[in-house]
Each structure stands twice: as structure tokens, then as C-alpha cells.
Nanobody, 116 residues
Framework: QVALVESGGGLVQPGGSLRLSCAASRSIFNIYEMGWYRQAPGKQRDVVAQISTGGTTTYADSVKGRFTISRDFAKNTVSLQMDGLKPEDTAVYYC??????????WGQGTQVTVSS
């Protein structure tokens, strides 16, 4: 069983930056697509960014040009660099590992609050 642990959330002012990290308990990036999702209070959980096993990245329209997803095979970590943060980016951010015909794996989530 793979475990995912997120870190790096916090309080930041509008226009600021945060870097989220997701540590996997073992090497999985060659077989799992990794992603970041977020869920604001009273809203559904939505995808923010994904990186395929081949390294292709995709982003939600709302974060394109501001967020960057990356992975480090040596450290078994997936990161989300968030720049130009807006109040509407406030949410709990979750790391996800997905693989065809296998159960999806979720981290425990990390709170990001953008406020002045």
C-alpha cells in the first residue's frame, strides 16, 4: 500500500507564492499518474494539475500560467509551485495517485489560505 503525505500549505497574501510537496512512501511515478486536487468549503473536489507517467502536464484553466507541477524521482515527491495566488485559490489541497483499474490513492490534504 502506497501512502501520500502532503506538506507546505499555509497562509499567504494575494499575489504571493507557496510550494506544496507530496511524498510517496515508495517509487510509483512510473506506474501512477500524479495529481493535485483542491476542495473549497461547500464545493466539490476539482483537479488542479496532473502529471502523467510520461511526464505530460495538464492544468485547470483557472491556474494555467500560475501553477507548475513537477516530480522528483530520487525523492519520490511531487510538487506544486503556486505563484500569483488569489483568494479564490483558498482550499484544502490533496495529492492523488491514479492508475488504471486500481483504486485511487489520496493524501490527507493541506490547507492553503490566501488572504490579506
Amino acid at each position: 500500500q502506497v501512502a501520500l503525505v502532503e506538506s507546505g500549505g499555509g497562509l499567504v497574501q494575494p499575489g504571493g507564492s507557496l510550494r506544496l510537496s507530496c511524498a510517496a512512501s515508495r517509487s510509483i511515478f512510473n506506474i501512477y499518474e500524479m495529481g493535485w486536487y483542491r476542495q473549497a468549503p461547500g464545493k466539490q473536489r476539482d483537479v488542479v494539475a496532473q502529471i502523467s507517467t510520461g511526464g505530460t502536464t495538464t492544468y485547470a484553466d483557472s491556474v494555467k500560467g500560475r501553477f507548475t507541477i513537477s516530480r522528483d524521482f530520487a525523492k519520490n515527491t511531487v510538487s506544486l509551485q503556486m505563484d500569483g495566488l488569489k483568494p479564490e485559490d483558498t482550499a484544502v489541497y490533496y495529492c492523488n495517485a491514479a492508475r488504471s483499474r486500481w483504486p485511487s490513492i489520496w493524501g490527507q490534504g493541506t490547507q492553503v489560505t490566501v488572504s490579506s
